[in-house]
């Protein structure tokens, strides 16, 4: 049975990979984008599956007309992909307000309002998959990025918890953590619309002029991303974060293995704030619950 897609972001990057891919499979797609006229040849390609709509991902009245128009198009949602989002680079003091607003409210709040909305209608179906277009950059921080990492560190956490949420609805959340890929992501001109600080030359500055000087050359391939993520939403196990590229991976263990490496070290502090009488609360039918053990 052929599934309806709602993806944000369809008409650049990773989006317009998955976009492609997706309808070339024969499903259908609520494809989102700021401006659809950029969909227009998908309309002419596939016009009885490609339903485009306009979206501002941080507008909910337009958010709550784009999943209703979608529901009254297909009569379901069957996949949402949370996908648009963008990046600056700047030291953290250097941004605007309205900087750190906008990468917090597209990459971080969106999503997690796009969700509700759709959620709904994943719950009186009692099915459904969220796939959370993360970045490796929510699971390692580097210089440079705070605030888009912020957002998807916080959209990270979301999607964890939201996973153990709705499983007894059969709904399924993964959040992807794509490494760099070959999309037009590092070249937008306004991801380095912010003034240099003096000071940061070692660590902001090493990061803008990876990506400004010709020498990064990202290792993923979106369109491989696209098909990994349509074999995702056939998996009746996914995983509750997928990794995808090599370079994040290598990334993700050399964090994990400096963490845990800082974590044994520490642990004798942390430790020793138990109250006297604390139980180790891991061993416990009540620790248990609270960090969600299965029985």
């Known amino acids: 049975m052929s599934k309806v897609w709602f993806i944000t972001g369809s008409s650049r990057g990773l989006g317009r990979s998955l976009t492609e891919a997706v309808l070339a499979g024969g499903d259908s797609v609520a494809a989102t984008a700021r401006n659809p006229e950029q969909l227009k040849d998908l309309l002419e390609k596939y016009p009885e599956q490609v339903y485009p709509l306009q979206l501002d ?33 700047g030291a953290t003091e250097a941004y605007t307000d309205e900087q750190v607003r906008s990468q917090l409210e597209t990459n971080l709040y ?12 994943m719950r009186k179906q009692r099915s459904g998959r969220i796939l959370q277009i993360s970045s490796v950059g929510g699971r390692v921080g ?17 999607s964890e918890a939201l996973a153990k949420e709705v499983a007894p609805l059969g709904i399924k959340v993964t959040s992807v953590e794509p490494g760099g890929f070959r999309t037009d992501w590092v070249t937008t001109s306004a991801m380095y619309d912010v003034p240099e600080v003096e000071g940061y ?8 002029e990876l990506f400004t000087g010709g020498k990064f050359m990202p290792m993923g ?16 196990e996914p995983p509750v974060h ?54």
């Open 110 to 121: 969106a999503p997690i309002a796009i969700t509700r909305a759709v959620l709904p209608y």
């Open 242 to 295: 997928l990794v995808l590229g090599s370079e994040a991976i290598g990334m993700i263990k050399q964090a994990n293995a400096l963490r845990n490496e800082e974590m044994e070290k520490w642990m004798p502090v942390s430790f020793s704030t138990n109250a006297g009488d604390a139980e180790d609360l891991t061993k416990t039918e009540m620790g248990k619950s609270f960090f969600g053990a299965k029985k």
């Open 57 to 89: 991902v941080t507008s909910k009245a337009q958010i709550l007309a784009a999943v209703e128009n979608t529901v009254m198009k297909f009569g379901r949602i069957d996949v949402l992909v949370n996908n648009a989002g963008f990046g600056i680079i």
């Open 221 to 236: 391939d979106p369109d491989k991303a696209a098909q990994a993520m349509i074999a995702l939403v056939q998996d009746p």
């Open 142 to 158: 580097n210089a440079g990025l705070t605030i888009y990492q912020a957002a998807k560190f916080g959209l990270g956490g979301f």
């Open 201 to 208: 030359e070692t660590t902001v500055g090493v990061r803008r």
